[in-house]
């Protein structure tokens, strides 16, 4: 059985979508609609910005849907199971049938926006944190007020979520016992209590929206487990926006329900590599 995997914030590349647009008249139809909808031209900062256009949160989350779901739908993809790490959860959602393309992209759009402007209200940031098990860096955040895990990636690479007070702190407590840090270049503490704002903006917003049951599992960012009710669905949604995406525990779940193959639907290749780490012995592909 296979698993489309559905990337996040990361995959972004310059030129992202291009080769797709000028390939396909459902690929170009699509892309002209997302412009629509968004209200601007994402196509163009998508195939033509600089990085850091692209690094903008509500420029980078709609483009990372936006390319993950019409490659989906260019290419027919067969799926037995949907899996989206933080952001691609929503083009989970849209694959699966559970949400239409433009109500999605609506969703993303807000979702970026809200977490956006809550960004902009404190001085926060995220550290990827390299060498340590979880256990090691949960009591080091457990032990620093105002930061908290966010990404378990996969063993050995986890992410936290904090003020950059808090996160100055634990990265040199981090490197006191031997891990390695890295700064990452985000707008603030995504899945972390500082996007509570956002959370209540995009609760709102869901649930002015109808969904449809998927026509496969979705596994969870919330609690790694596969899910087919709407409500349930809807809730670990809004849940996940300030809690730590279980990355590392969903493939697990995955092997253990017997997926053997996590093909990438996406900018990128980042989460194929996370696999590969997690349990190597599973293969992987992209569309």
């Given at each position: 059985m296979n698993v489309i995997?559905?990337?996040?914030?990361?995959?972004?590349?310059?030129?992202?979508?291009?080769?797709?647009?000028e390939s396909s008249d459902l690929a170009k139809?699509?892309?002209?609609?997302?412009?629509?909808?968004?209200?601007?031209?994402?196509?163009?900062?998508?195939?033509?910005?600089?990085?850091?256009?692209?690094?903008k949160t509500d420029i980078t989350q709609p483009a990372i849907f936006i390319h993950s779901t019409i490659l989906f739908t260019i290419n027919s993809t067969n799926a037995h199971a949907y899996a989206g790490h933080s952001l691609g959860e929503f083009s989970a959602l849209s694959c699966s049938g559970s949400l239409i393309f433009e109500d999605a992209l609506k969703l993303?759009?807000?979702?970026?926006?809200?977490?956006?402007?809550?960004?902009?209200?404190?001085?926060?940031?995220?550290?990827?944190?390299?060498?340590?098990?979880?256990?090691?860096?949960?009591t080091i955040c457990d032990n620093i007020p105002n930061v908290v895990t966010a990404n378990y990636n996969c063993p050995g690479q986890i992410v936290i979520s904090g003020s950059k007070n808090s996160i100055d702190k634990a990265c040199?407590?981090?490197?006191?016992?031997?891990?390695?840090?890295?700064?990452?270049?985000?707008?603030?503490?995504?899945?972390?209590?500082?996007?509570?704002?956002?959370?209540?903006?995009?609760?709102?917003?869901?649930?002015?929206?109808?969904f449809s049951k998927p026509d496969k599992p979705i596994y969870q960012n919330f609690d790694a487990n596969p899910h087919l009710d709407i409500e349930k669905i809807k809730n670990n949604l809004i849940n996940q926006l300030t809690s730590p995406v279980l990355w590392t525990q969903t493939i697990n779940k995955l092997i253990a329900?017997?997926?053997?193959?996590?093909?990438?639907?996406?900018?990128?290749?980042?989460?194929?590599?996370?696999?590969?780490?997690?349990?190597?012995?599973?293969?992987?592909?992209?569309?």
């Open positions: 995997l559905f990337p996040g914030q990361g995959s972004q590349h310059i030129g992202m979508g291009k080769d797709l647009y139809k699509l892309f002209k609609l997302s412009n629509s909808i968004l209200g601007f031209d994402i196509t163009d900062v998508m195939f033509k910005g600089s990085a850091e256009d692209l690094k993303v759009l807000i979702r970026a926006r809200a977490m956006h402007k809550a960004c902009k209200n404190n001085e926060t940031t995220m550290a990827a944190i390299l060498g340590l098990d979880d256990s090691s860096v949960n040199k407590s981090i490197k006191e016992i031997g891990g390695k840090t890295i700064i990452l270049p985000v707008g603030g503490a995504f899945h972390s209590p500082y996007m509570e704002s956002a959370k209540k903006e995009l609760e709102d917003a869901i649930m002015s929206l109808k329900d017997n997926y053997k193959l996590f093909i990438e639907c996406g900018p990128g290749r980042v989460l194929q590599g996370l696999v590969k780490k997690i349990n190597r012995d599973m293969d992987v592909s992209s569309i």
